[in-house]
T-cell receptor
Framework: KAGVTQTPRYLIKTRGQQVTLSCSPI?????VSWYQQTPGQGLQFLFEYFSETQRNKGNFPGRFSGRQFSNSRSEMNVSTLELGDSALYLCASSPPDWPEQYFGPGTRLTVT | AQSVTQPDIHITVSEGASLELRCNYS??????LFWYVQSPGQGLQLLLKYFSGDTLVQGIKGFEAEFKRSQSSFNLRKPSVHWSDAAEYFC??????????FGKGTSLLVTP
């Protein structure tokens, strides 16, 4: 079974722009979660989607948003990018009714 | 407040020696507990998990972890470390398993 895929793998944006990251979960997985990883703050939970509904949300500003489609694929959007948004963004999917997460390789976002 | 602590930022062990990585948590009830490993430039790989039942759990790559309720700990162990085990190790905790709270990580260096 193919793992979690994330596109693009690397991205360079300018401060003030917006960005959309994509995540395709493992086939059959309906829960998708997003995390931000930085050297200073470590791994922080952004949000989790299940059946196109946001089920859990971390403590991030409203500039960070996400959505999930009917095929369980998910996107996250960051508007008005700041230098501090430079990070590795990780997506994880979970099998039905089993709370363990499988991570993708991440998208490395650099904001200049 | 809920928290996860990995007291050791860096650990160096000789190849073939035993390993123990520490993880302590502060949660209201017994949470879901996980250990992940991350190699440079990669996503996170699930090593093992604890939900309930037997407090000694076996994972992949020869790792095991023991849940100790009285100490709020979930330490990771391996009897004999291989050079390929050098990586960053993260303990993660959640009350649902879908919105994980991660420790800051322990960087493992393996010497010949």
């Amino acid at each position: 079974k193919a793992g979690v895929t994330q596109t693009p793998r690397y991205l360079i944006k300018t401060r003030g722009q917006q960005v959309t990251l994509s995540c395709s979960p493992i086939s059959g997985h309906r829960s998708v979660s997003w995390y931000q990883q930085t050297p200073g703050q470590g791994l922080q939970f952004l949000f989790e989607y299940f059946s196109e509904t946001q089920r859990n949300k971390g403590n991030f500003p409203g500039r960070f948003s996400g959505r999930q489609f009917s095929n369980s694929r998910s996107e996250m959007n960051v508007s008005t990018l700041e230098l501090g948004d430079s990070a590795l963004y990780l997506c994880a999917s979970s099998p039905p009714d089993w709370p363990e997460q499988y991570f993708g390789p991440g998208t490395r976002l650099t904001v200049t | 407040a809920q928290s996860v602590t990995q007291p050791d930022i860096h650990i160096t062990v000789s190849e073939g020696a035993s390993l123990e990585l520490r993880c302590n948590y502060s949660y209201g009830a017994t949470p879901y507990l996980f250990w992940y490993v991350q190699s440079p430039g990669q996503g996170l790989q699930l090593l093992l998990k604890y939900f309930s039942g037997d407090t000694l759990v076996q994972g992949i790559k020869g790792f095991e972890a023991e849940f100790k309720r009285s100490q709020s700990s979930f330490n990771l162990r391996k009897p004999s470390v291989h050079w390929s085990d050098a990586a960053e190790y993260f303990c993660a905790v959640g009350d649902s398993g879908y919105a994980l709270n991660f420790g800051k990580g322990t960087s493992l260096l393996v010497t010949p």
